[in-house]
Nanobody, 120 residues
Framework: QVQLVESGGGLVQAGGSLRLSCAAA????????MGWYRQPPGKQRELVAR???????YYTESVKGRFTISWDNAKNTVALQMNSLKPEDTAVYYC??????????????WGQGTQVTVSS
């Protein structure tokens, strides 16, 4: 089992920055991909960014150039640096992890979520 705990959400004005962190505990050695999903109000969840243990990354088109994902293996943490935030980035952000599925389309583990609100 892997436990994921997010932190760093909050309220920020458009154009501002936030950094989300996710601490992983348990059998983290089994994890091959970690990333972040988000769910805006009234909408479906979407994969925002992904980092695989081999070092490859993925970003959904709407956040390219603004968000950066990083994975600190030594500390078992994954972070999402979010810059130039827009009101449409408002969502609950979830940290996720997968053992076999490095695409992270079907994560094995989910955090509890952290709210990010961007005011205009």
């Amino acid at each position: 089992q892997v436990q994921l705990v997010e932190s760093g959400g909050g309220l920020v004005q458009a154009g501002g920055s936030l950094r989300l962190s996710c601490a992983a505990a348990g059998s983290v050695f089994r994890v091959n991909a970690m990333g972040w999903y988000r769910q805006p109000p009234g909408k479906q969840r979407e994969l925002v960014a992904r980092f695989t243990r081999s070092g490859s990354t993925y970003y959904t088109e709407s956040v390219k150039g603004r968000f950066t994902i990083s994975w600190d293996n030594a500390k078992n943490t994954v972070a999402l640096q979010m810059n130039s935030l827009k009101p449409e980035d408002t969502a609950v952000y979830y940290c996720t992890a997968a053992v076999m599925d490095t695409s992270l389309r079907n994560p094995n583990y989910w955090g509890q979520g952290t709210q990010v609100t961007v005011s205009s």
